[in-house]
């Protein structure tokens, strides 16, 4: 989560969406944690690059970062909750950093 989280702040959401493609199992903190980085910079479109800030990361199909890709961090948020969440892992924090994400916009 620790490094989801430093992605948000440094304004690089692909490559928080890419650290939760290599995850095993993600918990409903660790959504949170991605959650809390697209707030941060809600206008952000995200991208399956190459070259840049995704280079390291695994961009194959099927990917959470390939289903996100070309979304703006807001899109990707209600995506998220949608497709990913749910309304069983969906916390009330999920709803807050959702709000938050649009309250930024």
Known sequence: RSLIKAYGRIGMPSSAAAVLDDQQQITPATWNALLAALAINPDNVLSLSTSGENKHHNTHNNTL?????????????????????????????????????FANA
């Open 65 to 101: 970062l390939s289903n996100l890709h070309n979304c703006t961090a807001t899109q990707a948020a209600l995506i998220i909750l949608n497709d990913y969440l749910g309304t069983a892992k969906a916390t009330l924090q999920s709803y807050t950093l959702i709000a938050k994400t």
